[in-house]
């Protein structure tokens, strides 16, 4: 299943997808994306762009949400709620974005149930070929059932 949800992401999140990020893998609230360094992704100074890599965050962070929510992933609406991120050396090449929820996918998925809602914190770390840190994200996601969409 985890694989047909990195598929489906990489098919139908069109900026993502303009941009170069690649869904690389979707685990149980955990996820993996790459961005290469092109001609379009880079900016004034040849390096990734800033909107380049918050885009690639947001993607791998949006990968881990629904990794996480799997099991009803097909009956919520997501969206991301609040994210923040930090630039922390100059990014060139390919960037790798690591992103991970912490919280039980148990649990989660109770509240849900339970409220019609719930929000939760995805945090993403991106790193150059090298290994170095480049950035660092929080991405917060608002997820209801339709009938509690706000």
């Known amino acids: 299943m985890l694989g047909l949800i990195r598929d489906q992401l990489n098919r ?14 979707v ?11 092109s001609a379009t992704s880079i900016n004034h100074i040849g390096s990734q762009h800033a909107g380049a890599l918050f885009t ?8 881990a949400m629904a990794g996480l929510l799997a099991p009803r992933l097909g009956q919520v609406r ?3 709620a609040d994210a923040g991120i930090r630039y922390t050396r100059i990014a060139h ?5 690591t992103a991970r929820c912490d919280a039980p996918a148990e649990a989660l998925l109770e509240r849900l149930d339970t409220d019609g ?14 290994g170095r840190d480049v950035a660092a994200m929080q991405v917060t996601w608002h997820v209801s059932q339709p009938s509690h969409a706000a």
């Open 27 to 37: 685990g149980t609230g955990t996820a993996q994306a790459a961005l290469e360094q």
């Open 56 to 63: 690639l965050g947001e993607a791998a962070s949006g990968a």
């Open 93 to 97: 090449g390919r960037i790798t974005a």
């Open 117 to 130: 809602k719930v929000s939760f914190a995805v945090e993403v770390s991106m790193t150059d070929d090298s």
């Open 12 to 25: 139908s999140v069109p900026f993502a997808s303009h941009t170069g990020v690649t869904i690389l893998s």
């Open 78 to 80: 997501p969206v991301t």
